[in-house]
């Protein structure tokens, strides 16, 4: 599964949902988009893609968070993520 985190206004959320969109069908894997950040993001009109845009948007849940990034996590460090090539 790929989830790609949504912040910012509209084109960056447009961007960020199209890069993980293209990850996504590349290695053939379902995408879900993870809204949490813009839920506190106060500069922006939160989660617009779904208001602009008609299509199915999977938002990825907290589960599907600890399952694929292990976040919330006290066992794993969050300095960042490496990705193999």
Known sequence: MIITKLLGGLGNQMFQFAAGYSLAKY???????????????????????????????????????????GLFSAKIPRQGITVPN
């Open 27 to 69: 290695h053939n894997l379902p995408l879900k988009v993870d809204i949490t950040a813009l839920k506190k993001y106060q500069r922006h009109a939160g989660f617009q893609l779904d208001e602009i845009f008609c299509g199915p948007f999977k938002l990825a849940n907290k589960l599907d968070l600890v399952r694929s990034l």
